[in-house]
């Protein structure tokens, strides 16, 4: 029997659903699809680059091409996929209760006692635990196939996050943004209000009815190849993102950590394996989880989402059982069926593998990996596998083979047809289990049984519904909430999220702080001829770049002509240790503080950092082309600036950014003084040049000062005057003003040593003999502030690390315990 077609019938005419979007593929321009599906790569490529830590270890490995055409399901059948999907739910969700709980359907000889105490995701610390509303399984997904006779099956339950429902909505928004057009020759459900539903679903959850449910997406962290699923739907459920070490468990209650304060947290939508959840009661070597889960589980005063051990029933294993499962708990014959499989540890005979089908797929029975295929396997270690099988056949089930569907997929050359899997999702609703009417259409790589995890994935597809005639006379409404109070919450900003914000400012002023350098350097570099000035100020230069680690010590010595030190220059352009840390730097935060940074800063950080770093790597072995590139840099840094400048709310968030700028901003320019210092007396006008340029202090030094220049003068405006932004004082200035307010925010009234230690900074630097710099007959004012700027350093490192440890860490002294103050 040949596959099922999901656009050509029989007679091989486009089925009546299909015919519009057809029609609207036809009456558009010749070429007008092939440069949409162009367009369209080039943003899930730059969604796959954006959301990737490092590019260059994981290649192309992320990315997910999308079809422009999407799958097409009429009304009448979504209503069958609907009702098997919510029955399949609500099975599943009563055998977890089951098996956690009374566990009658072993002791009445449903469920073989092999697939639960056996069973790799049987969590024993879970038994008898009841979640609050004693529901289990409150979202659940299957992957479907839909065989040659028109059927649909299930290959895959998901019971333990529902994965992809986030590309689900991203799929869609892509699509409507890309080709209108086809959206006017259908009426599509909307998905939308489905996420509605279930953020009110996840907030009637909560234990505590205050009508104020703090909910939480639980995520691995950015390194997890679905971190832009979780940032997508933390913010489209107006939940907080947070890792497991944002999370803490305190008098039976779990709490995300700010700054502060400790947030109670009512629900906890997981988005990674339930025992990798508690490292305290479930997996021991986890550091992704939060210790004492459990515990704050069992007391009520949190809910899991879904329950922690509910992926017991998701193992293949389950499948035979299922049928007369359904009959039992819901007295319901089984709507939505399974794909034939056998449990091999369910027969007597002596040898498992009798009467198998010679098309029969041998899988593991509790897979721990998606995509395992043994059936790939060949020679000795085939025969090896089927004597294990032989051995340990309870470890194993078997297949028969599927022949899924196929749908279009546009090539330039036209449309293909392609193997078909969809995974569609729901969520509970009261009673019963509400569908999100599409879902998330998949082309693996190879076809059969086994569905293909996400990154083996060669194509992802939108699935549409159509609106059926009555849905379209009356559609439906959500009711309106109730009006909300105005509030100005306090600043709930989690601590690790303020520590990156904090290293963001650092990373990018250090950026802008090498672009300078770098640049000055270069622009030396173009001139043809090298005259006296010119090589002292390379040799100026020189020591700075070596101290910011961007070249090598001796790098500039090389060559008279320079050439020595451009090739030094090129080689930290393209690959250097100190200018590539800081982009990658830059961009490790930006992931990990993904959900607070809108798209305008993020495509700032993203996209126009990744294309300046991308033409400093390209340029670096021509001078002008690199001195372009380096302009840009700064550029890129300074329109940051000015966004987190004007568009970010001035809370504790804002402030540990600007905080992090002006501390690096205050060692790079003591730095600079610092070398000017180390210049002979001889050579002082080049470097004094040179530092106000690095400083971009000239134009204020020119209009202030008329005669030659001089030491005093400039060393005043780098170091001294509180009215020159790029002024050490005015940063030290800045800080304080800033922790104050701080301070004041959090209520620390005292103990405050942070605080003490920027003042102590200003004091000196208020203190320092600078109108005696130029007197040749006082070598001391010199001499003591050489010993002041070697001490600004140092001050500077110490008054990160008073940051760090009165704001990130909780500890307020080496070996203070416990925590300050705790919101319920």
């Known amino acids: 029997m040949r596959n099922y077609d999901e656009m050509v019938d029989g007679s091989r005419a486009i089925r009546r659903a299909w015919q519009p979007l057809i029609g609207a593929l036809q009456a558009m321009p010749k070429g007008a699809f092939a440069e949409r599906v162009e367009r369209v790569h080039r943003q899930h490529e730059d969604i796959s680059v954006a959301y990737r830590i490092e590019p260059e270890a994981q290649g192309n490995g992320n990315r997910r091409p999308f079809d422009l055409l999407p799958m097409v399901i009429t009304p009448e059948e979504w209503t069958g996929i609907e009702a098997g999907l919510a029955q399949r739910a609500r099975l599943m969700d009563a055998i977890v209760a089951d098996i956690y709980g009374a566990r009658r359907l072993i002791a009445d000889g449903l469920i073989p006692p092999a697939l639960v105490y056996g069973n790799p995701r049987f969590l024993r610390p879970c038994s008898g635990s009841v979640p609050a509303g004693g529901t289990h399984v409150h979202a659940y997904a299957a992957d479907l196939v839909r065989t040659p006779d028109g059927s649909w099956r299930v290959v895959a339950d998901r019971l333990q996050a529902p994965s992809g429902i986030g590309f689900a909505l991203q799929n869609r928004s892509l699509l409507a943004r890309t080709v209108p057009e086809l959206f006017r020759a259908h009426m599509v459900e909307r998905i939308e209000p489905f996420f509605d539903l279930w953020r009110d679903m996840l907030a009637a959850l909560s234990p505590r009815r205050d009508g104020q449910a703090r909910i939480a997406v639980m995520t691995p962290g950015p390194y997890n190849p679905g971190f832009f699923e979780h940032v997508y739907l933390a913010r489209q459920l107006g939940a907080t993102l947070v890792e497991g070490a944002d999370l803490t468990m305190r008098f039976d209650r779990v709490f995300v950590k700010t700054l502060g304060v400790l947030q109670q947290v009512d629900v906890i939508l997981r988005f990674m394996e339930d025992d990798y959840c508690d490292p305290l009661e479930l997996r021991g070597t986890s550091v992704l989880g939060v210790a004492g889960l459990l515990q704050a589980v069992r007391a009520g005063t949190v809910v899991v989402a879904n329950a922690l051990g509910a992926s017991v029933a998701e193992t293949p294993a389950f499948r035979p059982f299922l049928p007369a499962l359904a009959e039992t708990l819901l007295g319901e014959a089984l709507a939505l069926p399974s794909i034939d499989t056998r449990w091999l540890g369910a027969g007597t005979a002596s040898d498992p593998l009798a009467g198998l089908s010679p098309n029969a797929s041998l899988r593991p029975a509790f897979p721990l990996r998606r995509d395992e295929a043994p059936e790939e396997q060949d020679g000795a270690a085939r025969e090896a596998f089927l004597q294990d099988v032989r051995q340990r056949p309870h470890l194993y089930i078997a297949e028969e083979p599927v022949e899924p569907s196929v749908i279009p997929v546009w090539t330039p050359e036209g449309l293909v047809p392609q193997p078909l899997t969809l995974r569609v999702f729901c969520v509970r609703d009261g009673e019963g289990y509400r ?220 402030r540990f950014l600007d905080i992090g700028r002006r501390l690096e901003r205050g060692v790079y320019a003591s730095s600079i003084i610092k070398q000017l210092l180390a210049s002979r007396r001889e050579d002082a006008e080049s470097a004094l040049h040179l530092a106000l340029e690095l400083s971009d202090s000239t134009i204020t030094y020119r209009s202030r000062y008329f005669t030659a220049i001089q030491t005093g003068p400039v060393v005043d405006l780098i170091l001294a005057d509180e009215a020159n932004p790029r002024s050490i004082a005015f940063q030290i200035q800045t800080i304080i003003s800033q922790l104050n307010e701080l301070a004041h925010s959090f209520e620390r009234v005292s103990d405050r040593p942070e605080q003490a230690l920027a003042e102590t900074i200003l004091a000196s630097i208020r203190g320092a003999r600078i109108d005696r710099l130029d007197d040749a007959q006082d070598p001391s004012a010199r001499q003591e502030l050489g010993e002041l700027l070697g001490n600004l350093r140092r001050q500077f490192l110490a008054l990160s690390e008073a940051i760090t440890r009165a704001y990130f860490s909780h500890v307020r002294a080496p070996y203070a315990v416990g925590y300050g103050s705790v919101r319920l």
């Open 435 to 654: 569908a999100m009417p599409g879902g998330f259409a998949q082309v693996p790589h190879r076809s059969g049984g086994a569905v293909a995890p996400f990154r083996q994935l060669a194509m992802s597809k939108d699935a549409w519904v159509l609106l059926s005639e009555d849905r379209m006379a009356a559609p439906a409404h959500r009711a309106p909430p109730a009006i909300q109070a105005i509030r100005r919450p306090p600043d709930e900003l989690r601590s690790r999220t303020a520590d990156n914000l904090f290293w963001m400012g650092r990373y990018m002023e250090r950026l802008d702080n090498a672009a300078r350098m770098m640049r000055s350097a270069a622009l030396r570099l173009a001139v043809e001829r090298f005259g006296p000035g010119q090589r002292q100020e390379l040799a100026y230069l020189a020591r700075l770049l070596v101290e910011a680690a961007l070249i090598d010590p001796g790098a500039g010595e090389m060559m008279p002509d320079g050439s020595g030190l451009m090739l030094a220059l090129s080689v930290s352009g393209a690959r250097g240790r100190g200018l590539d840390e800081a982009f990658t730097s830059v961009r490790r935060i930006a992931h990990a503080l993904r959900d607070r940074l809108s798209n305008d800063v993020w495509n700032v950080i993203i996209g126009n950092l990744r294309e300046a770093r991308e033409r400093i790597q390209e340029r670096s072995g021509e001078v002008d082309g690199f001195i372009a590139a380096l302009d840009n840099l700064i550029g890129v840094v300074a329109a940051f600036g000015g966004m987190m400048s004007e568009n970010m709310t001035r809370g504790s968030g804002w």
